[in-house]
């Protein structure tokens, strides 16, 4: 099992204001949720909305040319984009409305699926694929070079390694919906319309049109599964019109949308809401809400969810807000309680869920090049990093972000913590006292000053001798070395390891290593890189 370390005994990082550009969002409707703090929006050098804690803002896609959306410090707040549909029958001005307190953790599960590949357990995959495949229908093509034609041909495509090619690829996974032509998504993603057509057929072996005809198709058979009619369905998934969904649903299945729901109704397993299709048709729901037509109820309880059994070409971490979950690792469970932040490493194919009435959320990616944490690990977090963790995930995810956003200081923070959590491996005192000290020591271990200031009595100091063999100064000495240790094994530059367990200067530190482990920093590191190869 990975290890577990209570993080929250210190204060979180202040959290900075951000700011979302219009270049910076998606071409639809915006739904702004402010949960902690104060934002401001504001259209075309209009008068400014100013929103504060608890408080939402409609925003149309239409009607304006530049958009400002700004957060004060110490603000939380989540840019939600709704299914492309909903501006069809949303608001269609700049609206504030207020957030009945039962929706928002609503609010953040769809944030979630918005920018995850969860989908729901509440159908069966099973009976999806056996109906697809009876007699008489048509044969899925494959939809991933290699694949062969017994996988589930109603999953999203494979998707394109190239980095603007995948971040298109997200988008249209998360809202097929999306209507721009390949030029239009190649300008967001500052590419060129045939390099992106060239990365998805070098990635996926698909042109981009097909490609996206896929995705739209296997979101198609998710809406149907969920009981959603046919012109319902059609908006939701992209296409103009009912004829154009059947056409293009019976082309890749052989039978058509009305067949395959009528069918699929009358098998048992079958039934039950997928988590987006969930939140889709709560949304009618939360227009209503901000067209203060009524008070709705909050929404029901989350399904259980789960991703595909799949293989991340980047390093994922992602924190369980509420609830509980798990990680899948072959014959391995990884089990994800309330505040555990997730360490998945890339090359692991794996299966992350969630049961019923829980949220997680994306904290950050790594290239394998930036860390070498090659294992599961798990740090635990305490509720007072709820706010900054929810910041670090809308940064990581959406364009609202700091101006000088680093996508690498949650990473930081949480090697800090697990070489922190390896720390306790030098040997602890047992007097109570003194391992309070010690603890204090593993909090502060970035302070050049260290526990200097503590007033540490003879008793203690005796007890460090007595029960770890070592005087205080020396059991810190240990503890800050086998924490600079896993820092530079996982890839942090030997500088900023150096200023992580409290020195000022890197020659310094580098003495103080070279007296520890017997190799400078870089010679350690160069040889753990080797030993990873």
């Known amino acids: 099992m990975p290890s577990s370390f209570a993080a929250g005994a210190g204060d979180p990082p202040p959290i900075p204001g951000a700011r979302l550009r219009s270049a910076d969002a998606p071409v639809r409707p915006l739904l702004l949720w402010v949960r902690t703090g104060a934002a401001h929006v504001r259209l075309d050098g209009g008068p400014v909305l100013h929103l504060k804690a608890g408080e939402g ?3 149309p896609a239409d009607g304006w040319a530049e958009r400002a ?5 110490g603000t939380v707040a989540f840019p ?40 729901g357990r509440g159908y069966s995959p099973e009976v999806i694929e056996e109906l697809l495949r009876r007699p008489g229908s048509r044969s899925p093509a494959p939809v991933e070079v290699g694949r062969n034609s017994s996988s589930e041909g109603f999953a999203s ?32 993603v500052l590419s060129s319309a045939r390099t992106l057509r060239r990365d998805f057929l070098a990635d996926t072996g698909l042109t981009f049109e097909r490609w996206r005809l896929l ?18 369905v059609a908006a939701r998934v992209g296409f103009a019109s009912r004829n154009g969904l059947t056409r293009a649903f019976k082309g890749r299945f052989g039978l058509t949308p009305h067949e395959f729901g009528r069918e ?37 309880m989350l399904p259980a969810a789960s991703t595909p059994s799949h293989t991340n070409d980047i390093h994922v971490l992602s924190w369980m807000y509420r609830g509980s979950g798990y990680l899948d690792i072959g014959d391995q469970r990884y089990e994800r309680e309330r505040g555990v932040a997730t360490w998945i490493p890339a090359g692991m194919e794996h299966v992350t869920g969630l049961r019923e009435n829980s949220v997680s959320l994306p904290l950050g990616n790594a290239s394998t090049g930036d860390l070498q944490l090659t294992v599961p690990l798990q740090v635990r977090f305490s509720p007072a990093w709820d706010d900054y963790l929810m910041f670090c995930s809308i940064s ?43 603890m204090e020591c593993l909090r502060r271990i970035g302070e050049p000053g260290g526990t200097h200031d503590l007033d540490v009595r003879a008793e203690i100091h005796r007890a460090f001798r007595d029960e770890t063999g070592m005087t205080l100064g020396r059991w810190r000495y240990a503890a800050r070395m086998r924490i600079a240790r896993d820092l530079l094994a996982g890839g942090a530059p030997p500088s900023a390891v150096a200023r992580r367990v409290g020195y000022a200067h890197l020659p310094t530190f580098s003495a103080a290593f070279s007296r520890f482990h017997g190799l400078s920093p870089r010679d350690y590191q160069q040889r753990e890189s080797e030993r990873n190869q």
């Open 57 to 59: 803002a409609w925003i």
């Open 69 to 73: 959306i700004t957060t004060e410090p």
């Open 80 to 119: 939600l984009w709704p299914h492309a549909s909903v501006g069809a029958w949303g608001l269609s001005e700049l609206t504030r409305f207020d957030v009945p307190s039962g929706w928002q953790d609503w609010l953040i599960q769809l944030f979630n699926l918005q920018v995850t590949p969860f989908s």
């Open 157 to 188: 495509p494979a998707m394109p390694r190239a980095r603007g090619a995948r971040a298109v690829a997200e988008e249209l996974i998360r809202d097929p919906a999306l209507d721009l032509t390949v030029e239009q998504w190649a300008s967001r």
């Open 215 to 232: 995705c739209r198709l296997g979101a198609a058979v998710k809406f149907l599964a969920a009981g959603y009619d046919m012109d319902q």
């Open 264 to 300: 699929l109704s009358a098998r048992p397993g079958a039934g039950g809401l997928t988590q987006r299709a969930a939140a889709a048709r709560q949304t009618g729901d939360l227009i209503r809400m901000m067209r203060k037509m009524d008070a709705p109820a909050a929404p029901e």
């Open 396 to 438: 990581a995810r959406s364009g609202l972000r700091p101006d000088d956003h680093n996508p690498h200081r949650i990473l930081d923070l949480f090697a800090e913590q697990v070489a922190a959590q390896r720390a306790l491996s030098v040997p602890m005192p047992t007097n109570p006292r003194a391992r309070a000290v010690a």
